[in-house]
């Protein structure tokens, strides 16, 4: 079994910045990735941002050059710093943990609300 607690989300005015942090812990023996979902009211739950534990990352072509996912090997940790937010960043954001099996585990959920 593995846990991931996430932290960070909040309320922030357009052009302010947040940054979650994803902690994974238990049963984690071979993580392949870490990264970041998101699913705004009535919409598909969509790729944010993702890091393999190679050092690959992945970015959603919306927040390219907005937001920055970076990995802690050692501490199983996962942060995604937002800058430049948009209202239409507003969703829950998800940590995510895949491992090598494929076996996908996913956090509670953290909302990030950026008004106008």
């Known amino acids: 079994q593995v846990q991931l607690v996430e932290s960070g989300g909040g309320l922030v005015q357009a052009g302010g910045s947040l940054r979650l942090s994803c902690a994974a812990s238990?049963?984690?023996?071979?993580?392949?990735?870490m990264g970041w979902y998101r699913q705004a009211p009535g919409k598909q739950r969509e790729l944010v941002a993702a890091?393999?534990?190679?050092?690959?990352?992945n970015y959603a072509e919306s927040v390219k050059g907005r937001f920055t996912i970076s990995r802690d090997n050692a501490k199983n940790t996962v942060l995604l710093q937002m800058n430049s937010l948009k209202p239409e960043d507003t969703a829950v954001y998800y940590c995510?943990?895949?491992?090598?099996?494929?076996?996908?585990?996913w956090g509670q959920g953290t909302q990030v609300t950026v008004s106008s």
């Open positions: 890091a393999t534990t190679g050092g690959s990352t």
């Open positions: 238990g049963s984690i023996f071979s993580l392949r990735a």
């Open positions: 995510n943990a895949e491992l090598i099996s494929g076996y996908v585990y």
